[in-house]
C-alpha cells in the first residue's frame, strides 16, 4: 500500500530550539549539545491522518507515515514492528482492585522488544542518508534490535554491552551477525566505547537521544493508544524507564495529536518505574530537581532499566510535572514474582522491566497516588522469553 511522505520539516532542540537539517546525519544540538526533536507539518499531515484512514493501513508502526521520519525507506527495514496489542487485563485488574487495566504488550515485536520500534526509525533514516556503519552502545535490547535492523538493511552494526548482559541477549546480537565487544561495566561505559570507536571509524552513533530518530519510532506508542483506545487516552500510564526514549515519545505524541485537532488538551498521567538498584530518575524526582545525578553501582535483574545516567533525564523530569505523574522504584525481589502474576493471570509472558511497571503500579495504589477506578496502561516492553534465568526451572 502507498503510504504518505513523512511531511518531516525540520529538527529542532530541545533546549535551546537551534534548527538543524534533516537533510543531513544530525546527532546532538550543534549549539548546546541536548536532544533534537523531529518537527512536521502537521497542518498537512492532519489533511490524511484521520481514524479512518489509519484503519485501512498496514497493521505496523509505519501506518502514522506522515508523522513518522523515515516512512518513505520503511520497506528496506521493516520487519513488522509496531501495532501491538492493548490487552485488557480483567482477571490481573481484579487481584490489584483495578476496574479498568489494560498491558500494552510489546513483546511481540522483532527481536522481542519495543527496541525495535525506535531502532526500525533509526535505521530508516541513517539508510535514506547513506550510512554504512552504525555504533551503538546499549544494556541488551537496542543491541539486538540494532543487529536485527542492520541485518535488514544491509548496514553493519557495532556494538557494544555489559558483559553480564544475558546470554540470550548476547546470543541473539551474535546470532545477526553484528560486531559484538562486551564491557567490563555498564552501558555508560559501553557508551564512551562506541564514542571513541565513531569518532576513529566514521560510524554513526545511534545512542539513545543523542540520535533524533529513535525518539520517533518510539513515539509511535502513543499514538497507538491513542488508536486502540478509540481517540482517547487512559488517565495514567506507567512505564519501566531506563533512557526514558519511550515516555519522552509519547509526550510528544500526545502534542502533536492536539496540534492535529486529534486531542484535546487532557493528558495522560505519566509514572516512571525504575528498580530500587538503579533509580536517576525517582532519585532526582523526590528531590524535586531538574536533572539527575548518575546512580552509582547500578544492579537490577531488568537489564533495559538498568541505566544509570540518562541522557536526557531532564525531558523525562519535565514530562512527570507537566503531566502530574510522579516516580516510583520497585525492588528486585518485586520483578519476578509480577512476572509470574502477569503470565498467570493474562497469559502475558513479562519481561523483568515490564514486571517492574506491575510492581509499580502495586505501590502507588497502596500509597493511594492511583485509585482502583482510574484508566491505567502498563507497558510490557518486551518478551518474557528473553530472560530464561527468570523463569522457574524446567
Ligand atoms: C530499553 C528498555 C526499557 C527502557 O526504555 P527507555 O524508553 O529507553 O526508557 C524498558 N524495557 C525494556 C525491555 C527495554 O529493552
Ligand atoms: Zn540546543
Not at 533546549?15 to 533534537?36: F, N, Y
Not at 487495566?101 to 527481536?111: A, F, Q, S
Not at 506508542?221 to 478509540?230: K, N
Request: charged share 25%; hydrophobic share 40%.
Amino acid at each position: 500500500m502507498e503510504l504518505p511522505a513523512p511531511a518531516l520539516l525540520r529538527l529542532e532542540c530541545s533546549t535551546c530550539d537551534a534548527e538543524h537539517s534533516p537533510a543531513e546525519l544530525q546527532t546532538i544540538c550543534q549549539v548546546c549539545g541536548r536532544a533534537l526533536f523531529a518537527r512536521y507539518d502537521l497542518d498537512a499531515a492532519r489533511r490524511t491522518l484521520t481514524r479512518e484512514n489509519l484503519g485501512r493501513r498496514p497493521a505496523t508502526m509505519w501506518r502514522y507515515a506522515e508523522v513518522l521520519a523515515g516512512s518513505d525507506a520503511a520497506d528496506r527495514v521493516s520487519l513488522g514492528e509496531g501495532l501491538t496489542p492493548l490487552l485488557r487485563t480483567p482477571r490481573l485488574g481484579a487481584e490489584l482492585g483495578c476496574d479498568a487495566l489494560w498491558v500494552k504488550d510489546e513483546g511481540g515485536n522483532p527481536t522481542g522488544s519495543f527496541k525495535a520500534r525506535g531502532i526500525a526509525a533509526a535505521m530508516a533514516m541513517a539508510l535514506k542518508l547513506g550510512v554504512t556503519d552504525v555504533g551503538m552502545p546499549t544494556a541488551g535490547n537496542a543491541g539486538s534490535a540494532s543487529a536485527a535492523y542492520g541485518a535488514r538493511s544491509g548496514i553493519r552494526a557495532h556494538i557494544a554491552m555489559p558483559a553480564d548482559t544475558p546470554e540470550s541477549i548476547v546470543s541473539e546480537v551474535r546470532n545477526y551477525g553484528a560486531e559484538l565487544q562486551l564491557v567490563d561495566g555498564l552501558i555508560s561505559d559501553a557508551g564512551r566505547l562506541i564514542a571513541q570507536g565513531c569518532r576513529e571509524n566514521g560510524w554513526f552513533e545511534m545512542a539513545t537521544l543523542k540520535e533524533p530518530y529513535r525518539v520517533e519510532g518510539k513515539k509511535t506508542m502513543g499514538y497507538e493508544l491513542w488508536e486502540q483506545l478509540d481517540g482517547q487516552l487512559p488517565d495514567a500510564i506507567l512505564y519501566p524507564t531506563g533512557g526514558g526514549t519511550g515516555l519522552i515519545g509519547m509526550w510528544k505524541a500526545f502534542d502533536e495529536l492536539e496540534r492535529m485537532g486529534l486531542l484535546g488538551p487532557e493528558r495522560p498521567r505519566m509514572f516512571v518505574v525504575q528498580s530500587e538498584g538503579c533509580a536517576p530518575i525517582v532519585r532526582a524526582w523526590d528531590a524535586g530537581a531538574e536533572r539527575a545525578q548518575p546512580w552509582e553501582d547500578a544492579a537490577t535483574v531488568a537489564p533495559g532499566i538498568r541505566v544509570p545516567a540518562p541522557f536526557a533525564d531532564d525531558l523525562i523530569l519535565q514530562a512527570l510535572r507537566e503531566s502530574g505523574g510522579s516516580a516510583v522504584a520497585v525492588p528486585d525481589d518485586a520483578v519476578v514474582p509480577a512476572m509470574r502474576q502477569m503470565a498467570r493471570t493474562e497469559g502475558i509472558d513479562a519481561c523483568p522491566e515490564g514486571a517492574a511497571s506491575l510492581a509499580g503500579l502495586r505501590r502507588l495504589l497502596a500509597d493511594g497516588v492511583l485509585h482502583g477506578d482510574a484508566r491505567i496502561v502498563l507497558f510490557n516492553t518486551g518478551s518474557g522469553l528473553k530472560h530464561p534465568e527468570l523463569r522457574p526451572a524446567g
